[in-house]
Nanobody, 129 residues
């Protein structure tokens, strides 16, 4: 059984930074890609960023590119999301996701929530004006 545990959320002023972490556990954990999604109240879950676990290729949504950076530590089965220049519109619950091993991790799929197999419980990020 795979478990994803996020940490690092909180309250920050606009222009500030936060770093989210997501640690995966499970006796035989392996993955094609890990990603971050977010969901604000009354809105659909949206793609934020993802990384191909083998090759390190990174993908970002237009709204966060050049402000957020996704990174991974394969040895620790952990993915990070460094969020800089935060804006009030970044306020949401942030969810970590992982895809099963062997899946084709390409741009057209890696941005879709339905492509992922495992999800964390979410961590709240609130950005005040």
């Amino acid at each position: 059984q795979v478990q994803l545990v996020e940490s690092g959320g909180g309250l920050v002023q606009a222009g500030g930074s936060l770093r989210l972490s997501c640690a995966a556990s499970g006796r035989t954990f392996s993955t094609s890609a890990m990603g971050w999604f977010r969901q604000a109240p009354g809105k659909e879950r949206e793609f934020v960023a993802a990384v191909n676990w083998s090759y390190g290729t990174k993908y970002y949504s237009d709204s966060v590119e050049r402000r957020f950076t996704i990174s991974r530590d394969n040895a620790k089965n952990t993915v990070y999301l460094q969020m800089n220049s935060l804006k009030p519109e970044d306020t949401a619950s942030y969810y970590c996701a992982a895809a099963g091993n062997g899946k084709l991790a390409v741009a057209g799929l890696i941005r879709r929530a339905a492509w992922y197999d495992y999800w964390g419980q979410g961590t709240q990020v609130t950005v005040s004006p």
